[in-house]
Nanobody, 123 residues
């Protein structure tokens, strides 16, 4: 089992910045990718950004087109933490942001999710 604890959400104005953090604990050796997804009211959950976590192959990032160039995902392996720096925020970035960890354990693959943190951007 893996536990994910998010922090850093809040209310900001358009153009401002926020930093989200996600700390993983438990069976972290099984995690291959960590990232952030978001879900706005009435919409499906969507990918924001991901980063691979392997010690030799890790650090590869992937971004949704709508956030590329504004958001930066990074990892701190020693702290089992993944951060999402969000700059130049727009009202359409308003959503609940969820931390995600994808795991592989033998033939078993799946996802762990955090509880979500609210990000609200006012115009």
């Amino acid at each position: 089992q893996v536990q994910l604890v998010e922090s850093g959400g809040g209310l900001v104005q358009a153009g401002e910045s926020l930093r989200l953090s996600c700390a993983a604990s438990g069976s972290i050796f099984s995690i291959t990718v960590m990232g952030w997804y978001r879900q706005a009211p009435g919409k499906q959950r969507e990918l924001v950004a991901t980063i691979t976590t392997g010690r030799t192959t890790g650090g590869r990032t992937n971004y949704a087109g709508s956030v590329r160039g504004r958001f930066t995902i990074s990892r701190v392996n020693a702290e089992n933490t993944v951060n999402l720096q969000m700059d130049s925020l727009k009202p359409e970035d308003t959503a609940v942001y969820y931390c995600n960890a994808k795991y592989t354990y033998g033939l078993d693959v799946g996802d762990y999710w955090g509880q979500g943190t609210q990000v609200t951007v006012s115009s």
